[in-house]
């Protein structure tokens, strides 16, 4: 039977501290990531794009996990996680300061990189704090504590989009309006400029915040875990040789790929679908709290079910299932309902990360930084579906595009819940069980011969 040891706890010791302290960082995460909804919808505002060009937001964000993810995973070893995270602050204050420029220089291209920036040290700092979450009690409910540090998550996803809309937006209806009316081109692109220009003041106490908290964490009491010493299981310092010896980490990097699509379709991407539905701009920079507010309810759900009445891969199911029925639903609606059917989608993705990761990393041991480093690479999947969506409802209806999409997600994420989380641990299970009993009874015939 595998089995994985959890981080062994000095006496009178406890890890909320460290815990705390990665809640802080997780607040951080998804203050920026969950900003990109509302940021979609004012890149296309403010620099006349389309629903494509907007939507490479989510690219040039999430496309760094997938580029970066293993360099950082060799780095890590050498430097462990608290500086790994320590550093990745640091990227992002360089990203922020950066963004801060190229908005007030009105540059599309030159805010594209900021956010590549930005997403590079987010996945540095997420190929860190991960894992660390995870192996810092025992794997079997490291669902709850991700749980918990997914409250943090998606209560910032909850306030970000109103201090953004309320700091930034503003009446983005009557502005358009404005816009529109403008005597000249020349006057409509000032107004343009000047309301790109807005973002220059927030992102630049951003950058200074980042740095401050890089600085915080580079010299605090977080204690360095290494994953080699903590999530070993009984086979792994033996007989795996490779990381390509366990088949259920690289089914859930698929798993987190498409969970991740799925999530950003119904994080960032809701802006747009309700755009569609032709639901005015003042409603529509609300929307991805909506979806977080969903997110935080499954969050707390979660945290009172698991493990204690349902395990982390059952209740991986339920939530699959779960969003299989509100995508048929959205689809099958119109307007608000629809868009309030999307938003439910966050409940059933609360529990997906905080079961899929701990699954996936299970029993990795030494080959943990790197297993966490490939599921790491599976965000890109936030920025493939997104623009599978955008160019796709140019040709199709806009919700059955989102409907096929969402629902491909869930039945693969059913799948993993129900069986790929254990290929190739079963069978080591079953292959371990069977040399135990040949030794067994290899010494049974040893008795016998002794006694004969």
Same mark, same amino acid.
């Given at each position: 039977?595998?089995?994985?040891?959890? +981080?062994?706890?000095?006496?009178?010791?406890?890890?909320?501290?460290?815990?705390? $302290? +990665?809640?802080?960082?997780?607040?951080? $995460?998804?203050?920026?990531?969950?900003?990109?909804?509302?940021?979609?919808?004012?890149?296309?505002?403010?620099?006349?794009?389309?629903?494509?060009?907007?939507?490479?937001?989510?690219?040039?964000?999430?496309?760094?996990?997938?580029?970066?993810?293993?360099?950082?995973?060799?780095?890590?070893?050498?430097?462990?996680?608290?500086?790994?995270?320590?550093?990745?602050?640091?990227?992002?204050?360089?990203? #922020?300061?950066?963004?801060?420029?190229?908005?007030?220089?009105?540059?599309?291209?030159?805010?594209?990189?900021?956010?590549?920036? &930005?997403?590079?040290?987010?996945?540095?700092?997420? $190929? @860190?704090?991960?894992?660390?979450?995870?192996?810092?009690?025992? &794997?079997?409910?490291?669902?709850?504590?991700?749980?918990?540090?997914?409250?943090?998550? %998606?209560?910032?996803?909850?306030?970000?989009?109103?201090?953004?809309?309320?700091?930034?937006?503003?009446?983005?209806?009557?502005?358009?309006?404005?816009?529109?009316?403008?005597?000249?081109?020349?006057? @409509?692109?000032?107004?343009?400029?000047?309301?790109?220009?807005?973002?220059?003041?927030?992102?630049?106490?951003?950058?200074? &915040?980042?740095?401050?908290?890089?600085?915080?964490?580079a010299f605090s009491s977080l204690p360095d875990i290494k994953p080699s010493?903590?999530?070993?299981?009984?086979?792994?310092?033996?007989? #795996?040789?490779?990381?390509?010896?366990?088949?259920? *980490?690289?089914?859930?990097?698929?798993?987190?790929?498409?969970?991740?699509?799925?999530?950003?379709?119904?994080?960032?991407? +809701?802006?747009?679908?309700?755009?569609?539905?032709? *639901?005015?701009?003042?409603?529509?920079?609300?929307?991805?709290?909506?979806?977080?507010?969903?997110?935080?309810?499954?969050?707390?759900?979660?945290?009172?079910?698991?493990?204690?009445?349902?395990?982390?891969?059952? /209740?991986?199911?339920?939530?699959?299932?779960?969003?299989?029925?509100?995508?048929?639903?959205? /689809?099958?609606?119109?307007g608000y309902t629809s868009i309030a059917f999307i938003a439910a989608l966050?409940?059933?993705?609360?529990?997906?990360?905080? @079961?899929?990761?701990? !699954?996936?990393?299970?029993? !990795?041991?030494?080959?943990?930084?790197?297993?966490?480093?490939?599921?790491?690479?599976? +965000?890109?999947?936030?920025?493939?579906?997104?623009?599978?969506? @955008?160019?796709? %409802?140019?040709? /199709?209806?806009?919700?059955?595009?989102?409907?096929?999409?969402?629902?491909?997600?869930?039945?693969? &994420?059913?799948? /993993?819940?129900?069986?790929?989380?254990?290929?190739?641990?079963?069978?080591?299970?079953?292959?371990?069980?069977?040399?135990?009993?040949? $030794?067994?009874?290899?010494?049974?015939?040893? %008795?016998?011969?002794?006694?004969?």
């Open positions: 039977m595998l089995t994985v040891q959890p +981080i062994v706890q000095p006496p009178g010791r406890t890890y909320l501290r460290p815990m705390l $302290t +990665i809640g802080m960082l997780y607040f951080v $995460t998804g203050a920026f990531s969950w900003l990109n909804g509302p940021l979609t919808v004012f890149v296309k505002l403010a620099f006349r794009l389309d629903d494509v060009q907007a939507l490479l937001i989510t690219v040039v964000f999430y496309v760094p996990y997938f580029l970066f993810a293993l360099p950082y995973a060799a780095a890590l070893k050498r430097i462990g996680m608290k500086r790994g995270m320590a550093a990745g602050l640091g990227v992002m204050s360089i990203g #922020a300061l950066s963004f801060s420029w190229f908005v007030g220089a009105h540059s599309y291209p030159g805010v594209l990189a900021s956010l590549l920036v &930005i997403g590079t040290g987010l996945s540095l700092m997420q $190929t @860190a704090y991960n894992p660390y979450v995870s192996i810092l009690g025992p &794997i079997d409910s490291a669902a709850r504590r991700v749980a918990t540090m997914g409250i943090c998550n %998606k209560t910032a996803g909850i306030l970000a989009p109103y201090v953004f809309g309320a700091l930034v937006m503003g009446s983005v209806g009557e502005f358009v309006s404005r816009v529109k009316a403008a005597p000249t081109a020349a006057h @409509a692109d000032a107004l343009l400029n000047a309301f790109a220009a807005r973002l220059h003041g927030p992102y630049l106490t951003l950058a200074a &915040i980042l740095a401050a908290l890089a600085i915080f964490i010493e903590v999530n070993v299981a009984e086979r792994s310092s033996h007989s #795996a040789r490779s990381i390509f010896s366990f088949p259920h *980490l690289w089914l859930g990097v698929l798993c987190i790929f498409t969970y991740i699509g799925a999530e950003v379709l119904a994080g960032d991407a +809701i802006g747009l679908y309700g755009q569609s539905l032709n *639901l005015p701009l003042d409603a529509t920079k609300h929307f991805t709290s909506y979806t977080m507010s969903a997110m935080l309810v499954g969050y707390l759900v979660g945290l009172v079910l698991v493990p204690r009445f349902i395990s982390q891969q059952r /209740y991986l199911v339920v939530s699959a299932l779960i969003g299989v029925l509100l995508s048929v639903c959205a /689809y099958l609606s119109d966050g409940f059933a993705h609360a529990m997906m990360w905080p @079961a899929i990761f701990p !699954l996936a990393i299970k029993g !990795l041991g030494r080959f943990t930084e790197t297993g966490s480093a490939l599921l790491i690479m599976g +965000i890109v999947g936030g920025a493939v579906m997104p623009q599978l969506f @955008a160019h796709l %409802k140019r040709v /199709y209806d806009f919700q059955f595009v989102y409907m096929l999409l969402t629902v491909s997600c869930y039945l693969y &994420i059913m799948y /993993y819940g129900f069986h790929g989380h254990m290929v190739g641990r079963r069978e080591s299970s079953v292959t371990s069980r069977s040399q135990t009993q040949r $030794t067994r009874h290899g010494s049974g015939e040893n %008795k016998d011969k002794e006694n004969v």
